[in-house]
């Protein structure tokens, strides 16, 4: 079946609710909702998380759904940002991921500025400040001295944890990863490859470790947690 035309699924994760939507393309674009299912916060203790395992099953029931129509051509996974998952040198999640209306980032933007000017933080990262950034869910974790952090290798957003998942590739997608305000995406190439002391790693870490990696993005996230082990087959994916 030529990638022109054929079937295509999308998942489509909306904090509420998700769905699998099948497209069919010929002369015309046809679609068509195959599955619906809830979603929500789920509360653990005094923490909000996302049951991404129920996910998960949600996503591989469109995809049953969806074979039945004919060979996919092709699929792409949709969800809300800043939230995220961390694998340990395995490849296991450590943990449901926390849910960004968790109350953990409370205060962590005034607290992340009095080590950094605001200014500099919106001069690096270039988005919106946002206690539910990834940013401040790090600092957080950080403040909070969480363990996932020492046992973490990856760190992927939400859809490309999903990705991951059903390919078996880790790479962080660029409009999602720019979500995060751990992407520098507002200082040149050299200043991003030379300054050990940017914004993110000064914010997050009161110590210094050197972490190479032919990664961009996945080398300032390694930053904020301050991990031991890259996998330097994450990449941003631009398409």
Not at 17 to 40: D, M, T, V
Not at 71 to 98: I, K, Q, S, Y
Not at 158 to 185: M, R, V, Y
């Amino acid at each position: 079946m030529s990638k022109a035309t054929g079937y295509y699924l999308a998942i489509d994760l909306g904090a509420e609710s998700g769905r699998a939507i099948l497209g069919r393309l010929g002369n015309r674009l046809a679609i068509e909702e195959i599955h619906r299912f809830a979603n929500g916060p789920v509360r653990l203790a005094s923490h909000l998380h996302w049951d991404v395992l129920r996910l998960w099953q949600e996503i591989r029931a469109g995809l049953r759904l969806a074979a039945q129509s004919g060979e996919l051509a092709g699929m792409g996974v949709d969800t809300w940002g800043v939230d995220f998952g961390l694998l340990d040198e395995a490849d296991r999640l450590l943990g449901n991921p926390h849910h960004y209306r968790d109350a953990r980032t409370e205060g962590m933007v005034d607290a992340a500025c009095k080590l950094i000017p605001r200014e500099e933080i919106y001069r690096q990262t270039g988005i919106q400040f946002m206690q539910l950034n990834t940013l401040f869910q790090l600092f957080a974790m950080r403040h909070a001295k969480d363990p996932a952090l020492d046992a973490a290798s990856t760190l992927l957003n939400i859809p490309d944890l999903f990705n991951f998942w059903l390919t078996g590739e880790k790479a962080s997608e660029f409009t999602i990863a720019t979500t995060t305000q751990c992407h520098l995406c507002c200082i040149t190439r050299a200043a991003r490859n030379t300054n050990s002391g940017g914004v993110v790693h000064r914010v997050l870490t009161a110590w210094h470790r050197s972490i190479e990696t032919q990664v961009e993005l996945c080398l300032i996230i390694a930053r904020c947690i301050a991990i031991r082990n890259v996998d330097a087959s994450v990449h941003i994916s631009t398409g």
